[in-house]
């Protein structure tokens, strides 16, 4: 366990990652210690705020305002509305905090969200998104994005891709990677010796015995069979439509489906404001809100921070766990 604060990320400060910032230290205060890695100015007017020079003054001044770590950025935060200007600034501001939690100047990682048209048009972000982008930070080829609420873990094998291409990259190597990589983060950040997996088929009614498709009969099946017969608790394929009422939720640890909306829509559907989006496979902890920037409502207060501060608790847990 280490003691080291948490570092958030300010995301697009155009968004809602500020004012959600402010909240969640309003809702804990010196309670979980974090700090915001971003530009002050960017906070909402009236934010109580204790800027520090170092990770380390964390803790003392979260009892005086909510501790932020500056990192400039060259324009001003105009809610709701996006600066191609401050994408290079939101970029290297992930580039640091990873640095800090690799040098144990923080125990975990929560980013707030970020526009990856913005970066894109901005910084010339190369990257589908934060996970993909974190992952190259870390030096590792492939990680697992879980997300997880009280109700459901699920993890998505294919992410940010297009719908035609699933079929393409959804490869028995990438779905073994996946479950192993699931099967690892469970046991040493979630303390479940011998998690218990479903796996989602790929096609409607899990191909219907070859009829509505063959990739469950070809390869899947025989997949999770040889995983099962190397001692892991896995189950499928399953008909996805119905692994996600809560007779079938309770059978399982977490449920891996084969693309984004078939692992997400239950998730969020389930508990929209306590989903956190958790990325596995990283050399350090990373969680994050499981909502976007919300430009439409930045700047009117409205903004839940339900998610993030569900993000900051099982950030802290897990680091605990090691």
């Known amino acids: ?10 995301g697009d400060p155009a968004g809602i990652g500020p004012e959600l910032a402010a909240k969640a230290w309003t809702d804990l205060g010196a309670s979980l210690p974090f700090f915001l890695l971003g530009d002050p100015s960017h906070l ?19 009892a005086r305002g909510l501790p932020v770590l500056r990192h400039p950025f060259p324009a001003p935060a105009r809610p709701g509305h996006p600066d191609p200007a401050n994408a290079p600034a939101t970029v290297s501001v992930i580039e640091r905090a990873v640095a800090l939690v690799q040098t144990g100047r923080a125990s975990a990682v929560t980013t707030a969200p ?4 913005v970066l894109i048009d901005g910084a010339g ?4 998104g934060h996970t993909e982008f974190l992952a190259a930070l870390g030096g590792v080829e492939r990680v ?7 109700q459901l873990r699920v ?31 469970l046991r040493r950040h979630f303390g479940l010796d011998s998690p218990r997996v479903a796996v989602a088929g790929l096609n409607p009614h ?46 399982y640890d977490v449920a891996v489906a084969m693309y984004h909306d078939q692992a997400l829509i239950p998730v969020k559907t389930l508990d ?50 090691g």
């Not at 366990?1 to 300010?10: N, R, S, Y």
């Not at 909402?44 to 979260?62: D, F, H, M």
């Not at 970020?114 to 048209?117: A, D, E, G, H, Y």
């Open 1 to 10: 366990m280490t003691d080291a604060p948490i570092a958030l990320t300010c």
């Open 44 to 62: 909402p007017e009236g934010t109580s705020v204790a800027v520090i020079e170092a990770p380390e003054e964390t803790a003392a001044a979260a």
């Open 114 to 117: 970020i526009s990856k048209q």
């Open 125 to 128: 972000f190369a990257y589908p």
């Open 144 to 150: 697992v994005m879980m997300l997880v609420s009280p």
């Open 155 to 185: 993890v998505p094998t294919t992410i940010h891709i297009p719908l035609s291409q699933v079929a393409v990259q959804l490869t028995p190597d990438l779905l073994r990677d996946t479950i192993r990589i699931t099967v690892e983060g």
């Open 206 to 251: 899990a191909g219907e015995g070859g009829k509505l498709g063959h990739e469950e009969g070809t390869w899947i099946a025989g997949l999770i069979a040889g995983l099962a017969a190397e001692g892991l608790a896995i189950t499928g394929p399953h008909p996805a439509d119905t692994m996600f009422h809560a007779a079938a939720r309770a059978r």
């Open 272 to 321: 929209f404001d306590r989903g956190v989006n958790v990325t596995l496979g990283l050399p350090f902890v990373r969680t994050s809100p499981d909502h976007g920037t919300a430009f439409d409502i930045a700047g009117r207060g409205i903004a839940n921070p339900t998610s993030l501060i569900e993000a900051l608790k099982l950030a802290r847990a897990m680091s605990a766990r």
